[in-house]
């Protein structure tokens, strides 16, 4: 159970019992909008036809990004195939209790019982849960969460289901399934980023997922409605949000925690440039932090290279500054959930302009969760 304490921090980070309840809150109403047929309706024109098909489960593993101001929470973005839930957990423990007892048998179940409940919704109740498992990714060993990938093999072991980690190119798929190593597989934990199945190496895989013969999970569909960040635009918009049958109490709640969001093809671009110091823009085809600036740091030049139909321009929301004994960080926070459901929660610490796993005594952090002051 080594996993990465490189990229682990030693710090605990507080975080007020109202500031986890709101978030809890908005990542269940978001849920229930995923749900919601009229929200469906006003999705279906914005995304491509992989997206629009619904597969009849849900996605692991979902991740909800917050950062923290006096106010509140606000939300940054939403992931469907956010990494790191191992790392999330093994930060809340001393090495120690890791090696005594590995994974705890509660955060176990709850893992699993992710994975079974999406078998069970695509076989329709007739499967309790997988046969055989891939875990897919772009060249995965080479990737930095390849280990927490092994982890989640091992997990799999001990639940008595067979698991593959692969490239795309390794599998053998189409519309009668997907097979690797001569094996059938009918679930694929989907690690990759090409989240709507556009490049040609996952053409098989999206050829399956469209025909029902292979449970993919996190899919274009869950994407689609939650974590292109383009969903945004919708949540942050009360014209938009006024359409779709929220009580004024969830209204109020999307205004109050998520950051304005738009389009940059949606705005004056010069209106823009001028007040650059309070907005970030976000490439919305790019995971990560990849492609991400800070108004007040960018340049001219640059700005004038975004694709206005490719970059959010967002309301810029500092994170929180955690004092560390080695020097202030900044923090952001992460549910990680099943549908409606928290798996866990955990900080991110770092230095620099964007979230990353490789600032010396920074990483993913035990998060204790405080009574309000």
């Given at each position: 159970?080594?996993?990465?304490?490189?990229?682990?921090?030693?710090?605990?980070?507080?975080?007020?019992?109202?500031?986890?309840?709101?978030?809890?809150?908005?990542?269940?109403l978001l849920s229930?909008?995923?749900?919601?047929?009229?929200?469906?309706?006003?999705?279906?024109?914005?995304?491509?036809?992989?997206?629009?098909?619904?597969?009849?489960?849900?996605?692991?593993?979902?991740?909800?990004?917050?950062?923290?101001?006096?106010?509140?929470?606000?939300?940054?973005?939403?992931?469907?195939?956010?990494?790191?839930?191992?790392?999330?957990?093994?930060?809340?423990?001393?090495?120690?209790?890791?090696?005594?007892?590995?994974?705890?048998?509660?955060?176990?179940?709850?893992?699993?019982?992710?994975?079974?409940?999406?078998?069970?919704?695509?076989?329709?109740?007739?499967?309790?849960?997988?046969?055989?498992i891939v875990i897919?990714?772009?060249?995965?060993?080479?990737?930095?969460?390849?280990?927490?990938?092994?982890?989640?093999?091992?997990?799999?072991?001990?639940?008595?289901?067979?698991?593959?980690?692969?490239?795309?190119?390794?599998?053998?798929?189409?519309?009668?399934?997907?097979?690797?190593?001569?094996?059938?597989?009918?679930?694929?934990?989907?690690?990759?980023?090409?989240?709507?199945?556009?490049?040609?190496?996952?053409?098989?895989?999206?050829?399956?997922y469209r025909a029902?013969?292979?449970?993919?999970?996190?899919?274009?569909?869950?994407?689609?409605?939650?974590?292109?960040?383009?969903?945004?635009?919708?949540?942050?918009?009360?014209?938009?949000?006024?359409?779709?049958?929220?009580?004024?109490?969830?209204?109020?709640?999307?205004?109050?925690?998520?950051?304005?969001?738009?389009?940059?093809?949606?705005?004056?671009?010069?209106?823009?440039?001028?007040?650059?110091?309070?907005?970030?823009?976000?490439?919305?085809?790019?995971?990560?932090?990849?492609?991400?600036?800070?108004?007040?740091?960018?340049?001219?030049?640059?700005?004038?290279?975004?694709?206005?139909?490719?970059?959010?321009?967002?309301?810029?929301?500092?994170?929180?500054?955690?004092?560390?004994?080695?020097?202030?960080?900044?923090?952001?926070?992460?549910?990680?959930?099943?549908?409606?459901?928290?798996?866990?929660?955990?900080?991110?610490?770092?230095?620099?302009?964007?979230?990353?796993?490789?600032?010396?005594?920074?990483?993913?952090?035990?998060?204790?969760?405080?009574?309000?002051?």
């Open positions: 159970m080594t996993v990465y304490r490189e990229a682990i921090s030693q710090v605990t980070v507080p975080l007020a019992r109202r500031d986890l309840a709101r978030m809890i809150r908005l990542m269940r229930r909008l995923s749900e919601n047929a009229a929200y469906h309706e006003l999705v279906a024109p914005l995304v491509p036809d992989v997206a629009r098909f619904d597969p009849g489960h849900h996605a692991v593993m979902m991740g909800y990004d917050f950062h923290l101001t006096p106010q509140g929470p606000r939300l940054i973005e939403v992931n469907t195939n956010a990494g790191g839930a191992l790392l999330a957990y093994l930060a809340h423990f001393p090495e120690a209790a890791i090696a005594r007892a590995g994974l705890a048998e509660r955060l176990r179940h709850q893992f699993l019982a992710a994975f079974a409940e999406e078998m069970r919704r695509f076989s329709g109740g007739k499967r309790q849960k997988p046969a055989h897919v990714d772009e060249d995965p060993r080479n990737q930095y969460l390849y280990r927490e990938m092994v982890v989640f093999t091992e997990l799999f072991s001990r639940w008595e289901v067979p698991s593959t980690i692969a490239d795309p190119s390794a599998l053998v798929a189409g519309p009668e399934g997907v097979s690797v190593d001569g094996e059938p597989v009918d679930l694929i934990y989907n690690r990759h980023c090409d989240f709507y199945l556009e490049r040609p190496e996952m053409a098989g895989i999206r050829a399956a029902g013969t292979v449970c993919l999970t996190p899919n274009p569909f869950a994407y689609g409605l939650l974590a292109d960040k383009r969903r945004m635009t919708l949540w942050s918009d009360p014209e938009v949000t006024g359409r779709l049958g929220l009580d004024q109490r969830d209204a109020d709640l999307l205004r109050e925690t998520v950051p304005q969001s738009r389009l940059l093809a949606d705005l004056d671009r010069e209106e823009i440039w001028r007040g650059r110091n309070g907005w970030v823009f976000k490439p919305v085809s790019r995971f990560g932090s990849r492609g991400v600036f800070l108004g007040r740091k960018i340049s001219r030049t640059r700005f004038e290279s975004l694709p206005a139909g490719e970059t959010l321009v967002q309301r810029f929301v500092s994170p929180s500054v955690v004092g560390t004994a080695d020097a202030a960080m900044k923090a952001d926070f992460r549910l990680y959930v099943y549908r409606n459901r928290v798996l866990g929660i955990s900080a991110r610490l770092y230095q620099g302009q964007v979230t990353n796993l490789r600032t010396a005594g920074g990483g993913f952090a035990a998060v204790q969760v405080v009574e309000n002051t």
